[in-house]
């Protein structure tokens, strides 16, 4: 039989040393963080307490995209996962790879949430970006397809087509597969 008061010891150490942020949200709202997610983004932990996640994408529009990007595998599965940039405290702009896992079993999946966010800094250096080529970048990785893009984002398959145009002649990349290895050994 197990020793209540030490599980609840070794609880309370996992998460405070975990190697990778760990933050319970409601409505998008930071109750709880460990260590590593305060330090990750250059705050103090008490600081993010209370705090909408907004204050932590590079603009209000990616805080938005990312939500209505989320919601629906959240609430189809309870899980959620992708990769994108976020903004430390500083301003500074950095990779990471975010993982979700909702708690609210009925209505709003965003009501009550647990989520890891690992810093991949190391592996995937920032690249100047405008927000419109970070949006088809995270939509390429997932596979997606100009039209499908085109219908996600609201713009012409056109549009997506002279982005990626772009995105490929700016990394020197040959097709999206290149492209994806240039940015950092994103998964493809």
């Given at each position: ?18 190697p990778i942020g760990l933050v319970l949200t409601e409505d ?161």
């Amino acid at each position: 039989m197990r020793d209540p008061q030490k599980h609840e010891e070794f609880d309370r150490l996992a998460y405070e040393m975990a190697p990778i942020g760990l933050v319970l949200t409601e409505d998008r709202i930071i109750r709880a963080c460990n260590p590593a997610f305060a330090r990750m983004f250059g705050f103090d932990r008490e600081a993010l307490i209370n705090q909408s996640f907004a204050i932590l994408y590079p603009s209000f529009e990616e805080f938005v995209r990312i939500r209505d990007v989320g919601v629906r595998p959240l609430r189809e599965t309870g899980r959620y996962t992708d990769e994108r940039v976020m903004a430390r405290a500083d301003g500074t702009l950095f990779w990471c790879r975010v993982r979700g896992h909702t708690l609210t079993t009925e209505g709003d999946p965003l009501a009550r949430a647990v989520w890891s966010f690992a810093d991949l800094s190391d592996m995937r250096p920032i690249t100047e970006l405008s927000t419109r080529e970070r949006q088809i970048i995270l939509h390429l990785i997932d596979g997606r397809t100009s039209k499908e893009i085109a219908r996600i984002l609201a713009i012409s398959p056109r549009t997506v087509e002279t982005y990626r145009s772009r995105l490929l002649a700016k990394f020197g990349a040959a097709n999206v597969v290149d492209l994806m290895s240039r940015l950092g050994s994103m998964p493809v």
